[in-house]
């Protein structure tokens, strides 16, 4: 039994560590920073983001704090490459909720720009 957990956790780290070398683990990044968004976790969000984007990603989390946010169909994929950052388009919404009223921000709207930093993927904008 302990061999077979030492194997399993052997190819987690494998696997992991592939996907820090790949641009895969960029979309997977920008899936985590739209639901950190979307629950206001501003300790994750400010994990998953470059230095110069930190001050707005905290802003856009405020601008959050009097509505429910809910993520829907989030999907997301790498699209190309500008200067040192990986292009990364997402499908789905951002569903803000205020009095009963629903408004939906399309997310195939932006486009994340994101760098790896010290091994880790991060979103360093969107435009």
């Known amino acids: ?9 052997l190819i987690c780290l494998v696997i992991s560590a592939c996907s820090n070398d790949s641009t895969a683990g960029a979309a997977t990044t920008t899936e985590y920073y739209i639901n950190a ?4 976790d501003k300790s994750l969000i400010t994990n998953l983001s470059c230095k110069d984007w930190e001050e707005s990603a905290i802003l856009e989390i405020d ?3 009097s ?12 699209v190309g490459e ?8 997402c499908n789905g ?6 009095n009963d009223e629903i408004r939906a921000i399309d997310l195939s ?11 880790q993927w991060l979103v360093c904008e969107y435009k």
């Open 1 to 9: 039994m302990k061999k077979l957990i030492f194997y399993m956790m």
């Open 37 to 40: 968004l979307a629950d206001k």
């Open 63 to 65: 601008g959050l704090l």
């Open 67 to 78: 509505v429910e946010a809910e993520v829907n169909n989030l999907r997301c994929d790498v």
């Open 82 to 89: 500008e200067a040192e950052s990986t292009l990364v388009k």
């Open 93 to 98: 919404s951002l569903d803000l909720t205020y």
């Open 109 to 119: 709207r932006r486009t994340y720009y994101m760098e790896q930093v010290d091994g």
